[in-house]
């Protein structure tokens, strides 16, 4: 049977209540074979202790808690592995930055397009910044058209997120993977 003393260290884990820490006067009790049923702390309790094992309770947020007579380091070790297989089945999204200028040459143009490809299909999401210097500032339609052109060579593998937008001397725009599955 666990007791956590008063002073002792509580991990990201140590969230639920056990044993006599479980403040409601009565509770619903789920077992193994089926219905809850809702009876006096005092009496989960004692059925905990008769089997020794930990009552621990598992919602707190109703009307009556909801607990369950368990080994608790058990039950926090099944805790634990599921918060990890939660945590490698999620997908982390990047943001790539590719920086350019209005009178960007074919080259570099191929060459930037090519690292947005690149990072589309390892399925991050791509910022354009496009930024103007001097006089530059007096054409922005030069800067769209280059947006408008990067659309145009990325259709296949992205699709628009944000538009080009003008945010002071740099017009951004977000792409992110068409997503195929």
């Known amino acids: 049977m666990q007791n956590r003393g008063k002073g002792s260290n509580k991990d990201k884990f140590d969230k ?10 009565n509770v619903r009790l789920v077992g193994e074979e089926g219905e809850p049923v809702i009876i006096s702390i005092s009496a989960a309790l004692s059925i905990a202790k008769e089997k020794n094992l930990d009552l621990v ?11 369950k007579i368990v080994d608790y380091s058990k039950f926090k070790f099944d805790q ?9 089945k999620q997908k982390i999204v990047h943001v790539k930055e590719i920086k350019m200028r209005p009178a960007i040459d074919d080259n570099d143009f191929t060459h930037k397009v090519n690292r947005a ?8 999401k791509v910022k354009f910044t496009l930024m103007f ?3 530059e500032m007096v054409h922005p339609e030069l ?3 280059v947006m408008e052109k990067i659309q145009d060579v990325l259709k296949d593998i992205g699709t628009i997120e944000k538009k080009p937008i003008q945010e002071g001397r740099n017009i951004t725009m977000y792409m992110m993977p068409t997503s195929n599955k």
């Open 80 to 88: 634990i592995k599921k918060a990890k297989e939660a945590k490698k």
């Open 16 to 25: 639920f209540r056990i044993n006599e820490e479980i403040i409601s006067e």
């Open 57 to 67: 309770e598992i919602t707190t947020n109703q009307e009556l808690p909801v607990v």
């Open 133 to 135: 210097r001097g006089r």
């Open 117 to 124: 490809k690149d990072f589309l299909d390892k399925g991050d």
């Open 143 to 145: 800067g769209f058209d």
